[in-house]
């Protein structure tokens, strides 16, 4: 607040002064008050009116400026109150109760809306526990029905692939599933993340285990290259579970967008980087499908974005990449994706060697 604003609001009040001023002023001259003692009293009434317009400004521009200031320093805008001090005029605490109250009632609303969303987000994890049972046993009971020597009678061969287009079907909708539950979860890290060091063999084999059949059922060869990296004992620090689920994401999506006519391929890469002070264990996962193109690469990350692909390839829901970089933030990993339009992706994730808690 300036000085020069604060004169414009208390204009009406300055010229109501003024005139007052002019009528004693008159008054006094005209009583034949002498010259000496007019000048002194309109001096004496000039000074009060300074002063108490000096003293007004002054407090009422502490506090109001802080009160801007703290607002846009603060991350959270409405715990500004707690920066200040009591202003000492009738105004600022007129103010400071009516913010005091607008925060209150917004704390409780958004404690309420919390609780709804914690409240739906316990019963959407408790009924995707619920239905992966029965997807379960229907994956299991097609999977057997595929393997004609689990079961006595004969399958024809064409029942056998309906068979197996029905479990690939299943296996998409679980997928989609867990996608929903690693969502729902990733908004409670503090709950179910466990970071600690994990062998990076671990990962890639677990990886290996948990998707191998989706990868066999779409053709798909499955190849590591380690280069440097001795993945026995090369440890970095991450949550095994979800970093599996992370590989898990960027396989289905190299099975999503195979290229047709070319023996479509998953490799995992891994490598070794010096980053200033720092041992970077680089985790990318690579294909040989259609690519991405060049004006999507830049987006490809964003909540729900298709892109080209996602419209005319397949119907794509924008949020499996998505959910890999917000996962890797939290588990304080990078990711990056590089791709060539009709030929290659490669999406990368870097994962530092030190502590996870010292990574904001």
């Not at 009160?67 to 846009?72: D, Y």
């Not at 396989?251 to 047709?260: L, V």
Request: proline share 1%; aromatic share 10%.
């Amino acid at each position: 607040m300036t000085f020069l604003k604060y004169l414009k609001d208390r204009s009406a009040q300055l010229i109501t002064s003024i005139i007052i001023f002019a009528i004693i002023i008159w008054l006094l001259i005209l009583f034949k008050l002498n010259v000496v003692a007019v000048t002194l009293v309109a001096g004496l009434l000039i000074l009060y009116e300074l002063i108490c317009l000096i003293m007004d400004y002054s407090r009422k521009r502490d506090f109001y400026n802080g009160l801007i200031k703290n607002s846009e320093l603060l991350d959270k805008a409405y715990l500004v109150l707690e920066t200040l001090e009591k202003p000492g005029f009738l105004e600022g605490d007129l103010v400071c109760e009516a913010l005091y109250e607008i925060n209150k009632s917004m704390a409780e609303n958004v404690a309420f809306f919390e609780k709804q969303g914690s409240d739906f987000a316990e019963y959407l994890e408790m009924w995707i526990h619920e239905v992966k049972l029965p997807l379960s046993a229907i994956s299991l009971k097609l999977h057997n029905l595929v393997n004609a020597e689990t079961v006595e009678e004969s399958i024809p061969e064409t029942r056998i692939d309906e068979y197996k287009k029905l479990l690939a079907e299943t296996r998409r909708v679980e997928g989609f599933i867990n996608q929903v539950l690693y969502y729902v979860r990733s908004g409670t890290a503090e709950r179910d993340y466990h970071i600690s060091k994990v062998s990076l063999g671990q990962i890639i084999h677990e990886t290996a285990m948990t998707y191998r059949e989706n990868l066999q059922d779409n053709n798909m060869n499955f190849m590591i290259e380690t280069g440097d990296v001795d993945i026995g004992s090369t440890e970095v620090n991450t949550d095994q579970k979800w970093m599996v689920f992370i590989m898990g994401q960027l396989i289905a999506n190299s099975i999503k967008y195979k290229r047709d006519n070319t023996e479509p391929y998953v490799k995992i890469i891994t490598d070794k980087k010096k980053v200033g002070s720092e041992d970077m264990i680089y985790l990318s996962v690579e294909d040989n499908g259609i690519g991405i193109p060049a004006e999507d690469l830049k987006r490809v990350f964003e909540k729900s974005f298709t892109g080209y692909n996602g419209q005319t390839r397949t119907r794509s829901t924008g949020m499996g990449l998505y959910i890999v970089k917000e996962l890797c933030g939290k588990l304080g990993h990078d990711v990056k994706i590089e791709s060539e339009q009709g030929s290659w992706t490669r999406v990368t994730i870097m994962m530092k060697n030190n502590d996870y808690y010292g990574v904001v």
